[in-house]
């Protein structure tokens, strides 16, 4: 079997807020230098959902060029992670 072409950083710590780590998998192409990334922050109306829900487009996209950051926002840390994207009082930014 031939080697990936991209490297999988699985559990990547991304932020900490109040003492409670968020944690990614990033997803880099073997190409070094400057990539194009993108931040994969999955719904489930922060209740539900997992980083590995990108596997699959985090893998094709990391072997077409492009970093990314699959990063799921556990309910856990919702304060937090409100913080982390920068929304208030629950709405996003626009």
Known sequence: MADAAFELRS?????????????????LPKTRGS????????????QQG?????????????E?????????LPSAAWAAARRAIGTRNGEHDT
Do not use: I, M
């Open 11 to 27: 559990a990547l710590t991304y932020a900490t807020h109040d003492g409670v780590e968020l944690q990614g998998d990033f997803y």
């Open 35 to 46: 990539v194009p990334a993108l931040v994969a922050v999955h719904g489930g109306g922060w």
């Open 50 to 62: 997992v980083r590995s829900a990108f596997r699959h487009c985090g893998s094709h996209l990391a």
């Open 64 to 72: 077409q060029g492009y970093a990314v950051l699959a990063a799921p």
